[in-house]
């Protein structure tokens, strides 16, 4: 069965300093990965997608991620975190060409301190 | 102002009635989804639909029931069957159902069953 396994389910981190949230999938078959973020009480905004091509995907916020086939990973770093990245983010992974049938981690929480 | 809107965004009901989460989208997207959300688990798929008149079941969908009447609206009722109830509901919109369209997420609605 597919599954999307986030190690860190809570990660503290003082405010400038670089953060890598781990995400790590099971799969055989090709896949498309997604980052998600989460604030308190509210919906997911999408951070950043890898669907093909660079294996480092630049996204919203000063994020990016690297696809790591071999490892089936999808790390998800900042090099400088600002007090406001604190949150909830996701890792999520869509295995089938058909729909959009998001496997999701179980989250990871980033908590910037000052 | 395009966006996805879910109503209420708390809200409580007695074991054993059944309630209906509204979501609306006015961004002219095909495709809409309902996930719960609770605490560690990440999100989970209850029902997708990609065009009126149109829906499957996601990986939850046992207690759960949902229509698509109209592109803009796919309520979600949580009925009586459905054991534990209490969650976060997100309820996400997309222009189509390909892996390359971006899923928005509503504010999300808070069910408390007690």
């Known amino acids: 069965a597919q599954s999307v396994t986030q190690l860190d389910s809570q990660v503290p981190v003082f405010e400038e300093a670089p953060v890598e949230l781990r995400c790590n999938y099971s799969?055989?078959?090709?896949?498309?990965l997604f980052w998600y973020v989460q604030y308190p009480n509210q919906g997911l905004q999408l951070l950043l997608k890898?669907?093909?091509?660079?294996?480092l995907v630049k996204g919203i916020n000063g994020f990016e991620a690297e696809f790591n086939k071999s490892q089936t990973s999808f790390h998800l770093r900042k090099p400088s975190v600002h007090i406001s990245d604190t949150a909830e983010y996701f890792c999520?992974?869509?295995?089938?060409?058909?729909?959009?049938?998001?496997?999701f981690g179980p989250g990871t929480r980033l908590s910037v301190l000052p | 102002d395009g966006g996805i809107t879910q109503s209420p965004k708390y809200l409580f009901r007695k074991e054993g009635q059944n309630v209906t989460l509204s979501c609306e989208q006015n961004?002219?997207?095909?495709?809409m989804y309902w996930y719960r959300q609770d605490p560690g688990q990440g999100l989970r798929l209850i029902y997708y639909s990609q065009i009126v008149n149109d829906f499957q079941k996601g990986d939850i969908a046992e207690g759960y029931s949902v229509s698509r009447e109209k592109k803009e609206s796919f309520p979600l009722t949580v009925t009586s069957a459905q054991k534990n109830p209490t969650a976060f509901y997100l309820c996400a919109s997309s222009i189509g159902g390909r892996v390359t369209d971006t899923q928005y997420f509503g504010p999300g609605t808070r069910l408390t069953v007690l």
């Open positions: 999520a992974v869509i295995m089938d060409n058909y729909g959009q049938n998001f496997v």
């Open positions: 961004l002219n997207h095909d495709a």
């Open positions: 890898y669907l093909s091509g660079s294996t």
């Open positions: 799969s055989s078959v090709s896949v498309y």
